[in-house]
């Protein structure tokens, strides 16, 4: 049943509201609302001028066509009025574009082709005013399509999804699954099957121009280089984020992050990075583990699975610091690039480049032969299949213990080893000896926390904990270093 005028809102113009048939089809009448009321009822209520809304292949409401009676100076409803309810029509892989009135002939006889079938004239205007029964006939824009053209060898395509058209005809935002398709990772999009003419997508408000200038004028060709499977393309510094533990990785291209703190691996990693001989470069890595961290392993890669594989990266200077507490924890691992790579991972031509490896031992924590410390990995089962691969031009600022001459305090210090000769780079945190009821020492507790402020003033490294103030010079003798702390009380 076509679409009846007694959804039309109580709101709308009086004169139509009355009219309560739109479903006096061809074959015959159908009382929609007044069982037995026909079409001569109507007329002879004054409803004498029939509108004919012919879909011309669409259908409202799974009806071609809808008529209805409306009185003399009464204007024609407008389906996309939103005063009114009624619909425009739909139709497969088309786009509704308005009405337009049958054209006439030279008597203002309404004109046929061939087949019987209306044939389309002027644009209607729904201001306009009928005086005589009226024909209008939707008129539509075949939709657009995308046809994606991929592959080895571009053997594989799929077809998009209808891309409507806005009113005047172009495109409207054509939908992401235009680009890809399953299984599949796309890179570059070209116009052109030699590959030659790159457009950049997604086409978020496309030119008609594209589409016109195809061969059928409907359809534009996007011819993509892909890879099989799902990758992560990093493209931008921002990509890096989107990286898992097992993720497949396709570096896009040099990656420049501008001195950003945001930049961070997974801590396990077991996937594939393709780095095509492209560099990550100008970052920083700040880690600073709570009092209650179990953590032991660090690196850009904390660990590296035996499934992965690592081929053809390079980072370059990386600004890389860890500072622990818990000196619960046993041992200190830290590698650059890698902690720890287990036997069987594939690590080919990566490499660490003119780059900074600070770390921080726990306040507290004396056993520095359980502190593992690497330019690139720290500890590495997979030495048979890692290949053309290290780290070049790092500087190392490392931990050491600064004991006083009675060992009553431990200074805790980051140096620079230059070429045997140790350079102190900084105190970072103090302990004090804990005595026993014999007077010797069972263990060293902590004088500061991470957030206490150490202040360099002429040389020496000044720490004030609740009025006490302590002051601290360190040297060093070859590879041995020293402290001297002088305790002062403020009033």
Not at 95 to 122: L, V, W
């Amino acid at each position: 049943m076509t679409k009846n005028l007694s959804t039309i809102r109580r709101k709308a113009v009086l004169s139509i509201i009355a009219v309560v048939f739109a479903a006096l089809c061809l074959c015959g009448l159908v009382a929609c609302t007044h069982e037995g009321t026909t079409e001569e009822d109507l007329r002879e209520r004054g409803y004498s001028i029939k509108v004919t809304y012919d879909y011309q292949g669409g259908a409202v409401n799974e009806q071609p066509k809808t008529e209805i009676l409306i009185k003399p100076g009464s204007k024609v409803p407008d389906p996309s009025d939103s005063k009114i309810q009624m619909d425009n029509p739909v139709r497969a892989n088309y786009s509704f574009k308005y009405f337009a009135e049958a054209a006439k002939d030279e008597n203002g006889e309404y004109k046929k082709d061939d087949n019987g079938n209306y044939i389309a004239g002027e644009r209607w205007d729904f201001k306009t005013v009928p005086t005589h029964d009226t024909v209008l006939l939707a008129q539509w824009w075949e939709n657009y399509r995308i046809i994606l053209h991929y592959g080895e060898n571009d053997e594989l395509t799929q077809t998009s999804q209808s891309i409507y058209r806005n009113a005047d005809g172009s495109p409207q935002r054509i939908p992401g699954s235009a680009y890809i398709a399953s299984g599949y990772t796309f890179l570059d999009y070209y116009t052109n099957d030699a590959k030659t003419e790159l457009i950049e997508v997604p086409l978020v408000s496309p030119k008609s121009e594209l589409f016109e200038n195809s061969q059928d004028g409907l359809t534009l060709h996007l011819y993509s280089d892909t890879l099989k499977g799902e990758y992560v393309v990093l493209r931008e510094v921002r990509d890096i984020s989107k990286i898992s533990a097992g993720s497949n990785v396709y570096v896009y291209k040099d990656i420049d992050a501008n001195g950003s703190k945001t930049v961070s691996f997974p801590i396990g990693f077991s996937g594939e990075i393709i780095g095509n001989g492209h560099t990550i470069s100008n970052f920083v890595v700040d880690i600073t583990e709570p009092m209650n961290s179990t953590a032991t392993a660090f690196g850009l890669f904390r660990s590296i699975s035996s499934t992965a594989k690592i081929k053809n990266l390079t980072f370059d200077n990386v600004s890389y610091s860890v500072s622990c507490s818990n000196i619960r924890n046993k041992e200190m691992v830290v590698g650059l690039f890698a902690s720890t790579v287990e036997k069987g991972a594939e690590i080919t031509d990566v490499h660490v480049t003119n780059s900074t490896l600070r770390y921080q031992i726990p306040s507290g924590f004396t056993d520095l032969d359980h502190v593992y410390v690497s330019e690139f990995i720290a500890r590495n089962s997979a030495e048979d299949t890692t290949t053309n691969s290290g780290a070049s031009n790092i500087t190392v600022y490392r931990a050491g213990l600064a004991y006083t001459a009675d060992n009553e305090y431990i200074a805790y210090v980051n140096y620079t080893d230059e070429g045997g000769n140790l350079v102190i780079d900084g105190v970072y945190a103090l302990a004090q000896a804990e005595r026993d009821a014999e007077n010797n020492i069972v263990s060293y507790r902590s004088r500061t926390m991470p957030t206490t402020k150490i202040v360099e003033q002429d040389g020496k490294y000044v720490i004030e904990i609740s009025k006490t103030v302590y002051t601290i010079a360190v040297s060093a003798n070859g590879d041995d270093l020293s402290a001297v702390v002088e305790v002062t009380q403020k009033q």
